[in-house]
């Protein structure tokens, strides 16, 4: 594996943003709102601008491990502060600082416990950003952990609709993974016999036997798959979806689920490919039941984002399966999906979180032609529909292409099933679009007011993505074959 | 004989000393507190400068080693701590204070000395001494406000255990013939197959075991946490638990691994104890019973590290000793302040906290993330250490288990939160007054859970050291 030293720590930049950013709000008094609020969106708009610059000066040519950084941390247990990005990582930290920015402007209106809300956002994501980096074991757990623990209190504290509840599934759910997580980590580490952490080394060929490659890729599959959202342990997401604040929302279905994901492909299959090779059949069932159930779930839910939150189902669903078919189109369609996913669900809940802030009720029956009052937020809301369905020219639509081609190849069976559950999900996408927007005019929503230039922004943001990548597939297809074909030639 | 290498444990005395003559003086809180506050502070200072000591004492009855020298530092650590929450002691009698504080200290040398005994009878005398002055301690609470049943329990429960200990001396005496624990180290493993030898084992290892509050001695944990004054409560769940595990980590190594019997009891305990905690905290109402339950808990996971007999189980339980004397204090310094009429307080009491004091509630939260094992706290630096350990011995099935344990504990660790930063109070609660001192403290407490958390590394090498003593 090539290892490409930084000259400048770009990404212990990116970490040391959000640490300074958490500091710079804990020390500012806490009625002092409107600076905490430009103190975040400065901050947040560091780390989107450090995350475009990697996506930028990532050296496709190169290939590896790029901005590498390497500190002996505790030489005693073998671990290291050991970061470095790749073809994979590198959409992942896009992913994370426009959905980090975007997200902290949404709530430019937010005034209830300002301060303590953005720090723990901060401390979130500066998590996330972690567990993308980071190449040791024991600093994934770490940023593992900090990136759900301040989940509970964000939910419980600003949330809505059966709130306590919903934090507290979602945290006891995420935590019964990382109970899975942590002994497969120690397995490894200790069953090495390396005295190291250091996931490079651990992914040498003939470390670990082929039975130990299945037990612990089973650990961490089923540990990081919860959050993933796999079925069938899905159930705390649309749940904790729905109870949780907009932003929270947006990160944590736009890029929490990520790492979930992301932790199966870094741990998982890096560590543990024999184990991958094996489980692969039930990894593509489990998720083509995600994508089917989801789909039919999300058509009978009279709630927006309870919709929202079973098409995520749905969506990480497709993830599952292109990462399930072990082939190069297969990983670019999963890691593109994610991608896509993120960006979609974030400007999905921005928009449904404004038309809720306004309305103050997110059922689908005493919504309706919200259209005449609304245009703007109702036009973001369609494009994010669309976006879900697969609609060509928008991101999603070349991620769920390639996934559904090698898914083919390898699965006919779930591939079909897979694609006709994207008509299901075209039509629920649609009705609820028809219900929410379209309709006669309700007298109580006439007269609120729509998305103001300056809260229109973030949204403006992420449509652009959505259709930048929409329009240019390959500025990410390239990007994530420097990961993707040199992961599967290496393959026994 | 050389008085050096017994420093910590004559300034120890010096200071127990002084709060002899102070009882007999009239009863002053003020002067009290801050004496006890500058002694002992300096003899931190005294066990730091004493901690390469090395040599052996009283014709080799008590031996000074790095293993040692770091314990009574801890132990230390823990009086002056526990000593900082005592400006204000609501739920002592104010005639009684100099007694309360030459108690915590006599019983603070007791530890040291225990840490440092290896001759049977030298442990017996220390362990005793120790628990005398926490019988004492336990039953200083204000007769008014609670009964004296807590005492009583811990009295009948400890005097048994003792009794059990000491039967155990003399089956393993018997069995070795040999009362220098250096020289039974030589004999022990080799006879780890006759049944009076392990039998004489565990009866001295109850001993101990009931000081940690491991099943099935674990009952009187509850009642005498609920029992005890608030700061009593505290020495107990800190200091005093790292004075047991100490004597547990050197009574174990003396076996040097050879009884596989030992170790599935162990095995057995550990699993036990934890479980048997950890779903008994969950429907506790009172925040010192919790505590008291997540302590039995705790105990588990320490047993994890010792019953691994190897360098690295030791460096992990000598590395959770001391997160669980900064965790286990910072749980109680919420709850000595937030309860500030020294009486105990129930979990919804804690409501609106993070409105009284944004402070306390964030200790509270780390603390007990630590005691959850959530990174990125020494809780879980700790844990990791541990099931490490455990994990090279094989024992996979008991750290899945552990960590099992870690999300049922969550589940009432984030009731108390939940407690803490959402429940609205019933009626206006004033504002706590924190003073700076006490602000300092904590947020130096939390700084280090943190910090250590992340960057074990400098106690990480002193605990190694420490435990590479006793595998020789």
């Keep these: ?492 | 004989m050389n008085f050096i290498l017994f420093q910590p444990e004559l300034f120890g005395l010096f200071m127990s000393g002084v709060f002899l003559c102070l009882s007999l003086a009239r009863p002053n809180s003020k002067r009290d507190f801050f004496t006890a506050l500058a002694l002992s502070a300096v003899g931190i200072a005294v066990c730091l400068a004493g901690l390469r000591l090395e040599g052996g004492l009283f014709y080799g009855a008590y031996r000074v080693d790095l293993f040692s020298q770091v314990f009574k530092t801890l132990l230390f650590m823990g009086l002056f701590l526990v000593i900082c929450i005592c400006s204000e002691l609501k739920g002592i009698a104010e005639r009684l204070h100099s007694e309360f504080y030459l108690l915590l200290t006599v019983c603070t040398l007791a530890m040291m000395m225990l840490v440092s005994s290896v001759h049977l009878l030298t442990i017996y005398v220390a362990l005793e001494l120790s628990s005398y002055s926490l019988y004492i301690l336990v039953f200083l609470r204000k007769r008014e406000d609670y009964g004296i049943d807590a005492g009583i329990k811990y009295f009948l429960i400890g005097a048994t255990a003792s009794a059990v200990m000491l039967f155990g001396f003399a089956l393993l005496y018997g069995a070795t013939q040999a009362a220098y624990v250096g020289e039974m180290l030589q004999v022990l493993p080799g006879l780890m197959d006759r049944p009076l030898v392990v039998i004489g084992l565990f009866l001295t290892l109850s001993g101990f075991l009931f000081k940690l509050a491991v099943f099935p001695f674990h009952f009187w944990a509850p009642d005498v946490y609920e029992g005890a004054p608030n700061q009593v409560t505290a020495y107990i769940a800190s200091a005093s638990k790292v004075g047991a595990i100490a004597i547990l980590i050197r009574m174990v190594s003396l076996t040097g691994g050879n009884s596989e019997f030992l170790v599935h009891a162990l095995v057995a305990l550990a699993i036990i104890t934890m479980t048997v905690g950890n779903l008994a905290a969950i429907v506790q109402k009172d925040l010192k019973r919790l505590l008291a339950y997540s302590s039995v808990a705790q105990a588990g996971y320490i047993l994890i590290g010792i019953l691994s007999m190897s360098a690295a189980g030791y460096t992990g339980a000598i590395f959770y000793a001391l997160a669980l004397l900064l965790m286990k204090f910072t749980a109680f310094l919420v709850v000595v302040k937030v309860a500030y009429d020294g009486k105990n307080i129930s979990v919804d009491q804690l409501a609106g906290l993070h409105r009284r004091s944004p402070l306390l509630a964030m200790a509270l939260m780390l603390s007990l993330f630590g005691l959850a094992g959530i990174p990125p706290t020494i809780g879980f630096t700790g844990k990791l250490l541990l099931f490490t350990a455990a994990m090279k011995q094989g024992y996979f099935t008991l750290v899945l288990i552990a960590m099992i344990n870690v999300v049922i504990s969550l589940y009432y660790y984030l009731l108390v939160i939940k407690a803490a930063y959402l429940t609205a109070p019933v009626g206006e609660q004033p504002d706590l007054e924190i003073t700076p001192p006490m602000k300092l403290l904590t947020g130096t407490l939390v700084t280090v859970m943190v910090v250590v958390g992340i960057y074990p590394t400098l106690f990480l090498d002193l605990a190694e050291k420490a435990a590479r003593m006793l595998v020789l």
């Design chain 1, 1 to 492: 594996m090539q290892l490409t030293y930084a000259d400048f720590p770009y990404l212990s930049t990116l970490l040391l943003t959000c640490v300074g950013g958490l500091l710079a709000i804990l020390f500012t008094p806490a009625h002092r709102i409107r600076e905490i609020k430009w103190i975040s969106a400065v901050f947040s708009g560091i780390t989107m601008l450090v995350s475009i610059y990697i996506f930028l000066a990532y050296d496709k040519s190169l290939g590896g491990f790029q901005f590498v950084e390497k500190l002996e941390w505790v030489p005693m247990l073998g671990i290291s502060y050991f970061n470095g990005v790749d073809g994979f990582s590198v959409p992942m930290l896009l992913l994370t600082g426009i959905v980090f920015f975007t997200g902290v402007l949404t709530m430019w209106e937010h005034d209830y416990r300002v301060k303590e809300f953005f720090a723990l956002i901060f401390l979130l994501v500066s998590g996330v950003f972690g567990m993308f980096i980071t190449l040791d074991l024991f600093f994934v757990f770490i940023w593992f952990d900090v990136s759900l623990f301040p989940m509970y209190l964000l939910i419980a504290v600003w949330g809505s609709t059966r709130k306590e509840y919903g934090a507290m599934k979602l945290t006891l759910y995420l935590l019964a993974g990382s109970a899975l997580i942590l002994p497969g980590i120690i397995y490894l580490v200790a069953g090495s016999g390396l005295n190291t952490f250091n996931i490079l080394a651990l992914m040498e060929p003939g470390l670990f036997t082929a039975a130990q490659q299945k037990f612990v890729f089973f650990l961490f599959y089923i540990g990081f798959g919860i959050l993933a959202g796999v079925w069938p342990f899905h159930t705390w997401s649309p749940v904790g979806h729905v109870a949780a604040p907009t932003a929270v929302s947006m990160i944590h279905a736009g890029v929490l689920m990520k790492i979930g994901a992301f932790g199966i492909l870094r741990l998982g299959m890096f560590i543990c490919p024999e184990g991958w090779q094996f489980w692969a059949p039930l990894m593509a069932l489990l998720a083509t039941v995600g994508i089917v159930y989801g789909a039919f779930v999300g058509l009978s839910q009279t709630d927006v984002k309870y919709v929202i939150g079973y098409s995520s189902v749905s969506h990480m669903g497709i993830v599952g399966l292109g990462l399930a078919t072990m082939s190069v189109d297969g990983l670019n369609g999963a890691i593109f999906q994610m991608f896509a996913h993120g960006v979609m669900t974030a400007l999905f809940f921005s928009s449904v979180g404004y038309i809720y802030d306004k309305t103050h009720t997110k059922a689908i029956a005493e919504l309706g032609g919200l259209l005449k009052s609304m245009p703007v937020a109702t036009s973001y809301f369609i494009i994010a529909a669309l976006t879900g369905i697969g609609v060509p020219c928008l991101a999603s639509f070349w991620a769920e292409l390639m996934v559904f081609i090698s898914a083919f190849k390898v699965y006919p069976i779930y591939g079909t099933l897979a694609i006709a559950a994207l008509a299901v999900t075209a039509l629920f996408m649609l009705r609820v679009v028809q219900k929410v927007c379209y309709g006669p005019e309700d007298e109580r929503w006439a007269g609120l007011p729509d998305v103001s230039p300056g809260l229109g922004i973030p949204r403006m943001i992420l449509v652009s993505v959505i259709v930048l990548f929409g329009l240019f597939p390959s500025l990410m297809f390239d990007m994530i074959q420097t990961a993707s074909i040199p992961f599967l030639s290496r393959l026994p």
